[in-house]
T-cell receptor, first 110, second 115 residues
Framework: DAKTTQPPSMDCAEGRAANLPCNHS???????VYWYRQIHSQGPQYIIH???NNETNEMASLIITEDRKSSTLILPHATLRDTAVYYC???????????FGTGTSLTVIP | DADVTQTPRNRITKTGKRIMLECSQT?????MYWYRQDPGLGLRLIYY???????NKGEISDGYSVSRQAQAKFSLSLESAIPNQTALYFC??????????????FGEGSWLTVV
């Protein structure tokens, strides 16, 4: 399984963009990058995923480098409700398992 | 109503007791999972099932067993609970028919305390 590396914690000012990095240097060609977040002790919530191209939805943008060895999740205008743990996951295509690491704890500061 | 429902949501049990956590889903997904989360840590996969006849061990299956009673139901059992199994447990589902880019959906979690 391709592994991911994320910083353990980050702060972001309310209203500013939050940029959360993820390294996945051993990713293989058919593996997707997924982002989930977990607010307090709720079940993790899907945010976005991508394979090669940059992706955007109503929640966030995902920027994947050309070599696919790293990616960045962007929350364009962070709010206090975005305070959560954010998980970057590289999905094992054939097995369909989702392995979560320890994620990045994002704190949005008023 | 939640698409992925876990019962019980909270349970305190004694060491050595058998405890079952149940999960049911209304999403029509074929794949179901059980995860465990310890305080301050990420989620770890216990077991997963790709269909009713397919059960697979995850990262930390020792001390646990599962049963896929139907496509919509997946239960997790601790045959003889021990204190270090105190954790937050999540059930999740996904749909393989949507292809390689499918996502996983989580229940609200079950807090289990073993005393």
């Amino acid at each position: 399984d391709a592994k991911t590396t994320q910083p353990p914690s980050m702060d972001c000012a309310e209203g500013r963009a939050a940029n959360l990095p993820c390294n996945h240097s051993t990713i293989s060609g058919n593996e997707y990058v997924y982002w989930y977040r977990q607010i307090h002790s709720q079940g993790p919530q899907y945010i976005i995923h991508g394979l090669k191209n940059n992706e955007t939805n109503e929640m966030a943008s995902l920027i994947i480098t050309e070599d696919r060895k790293s990616s960045t999740l962007i929350l364009p205008h962070a709010t206090l409700r975005d305070t959560a743990v954010y998980y970057c996951i590289v999905r094992v295509h054939t097995g369909n398992q989702f392995y979560f690491g320890t994620g990045t704890s994002l704190t949005v500061i008023p | 109503d939640a698409d992925v429902t876990q019962t019980p949501r909270n349970r305190i049990t004694k060491t050595g007791k058998r405890i079952m956590l149940e999960c049911s889903q209304t999403k029509g997904h074929d794949r179901m999972y059980w995860y465990r989360q310890d305080p301050g840590l990420g989620l770890r996969l216990i077991y997963y099932s790709f269909d009713v006849k397919d059960i697979n061990k995850g990262e930390i299956s020792d001390g646990y067993s599962v049963s896929r009673q139907a496509q919509a139901k997946f239960s997790l059992s601790l045959e003889s609970a021990i204190p270090n199994q105190t954790a937050l447990y999540f059930c999740a589902t996904s749909d393989a028919r949507t292809g390689a880019g499918n996502t996983i959906y989580f229940g609200e979690g079950s807090w289990l305390t073993v005393v």
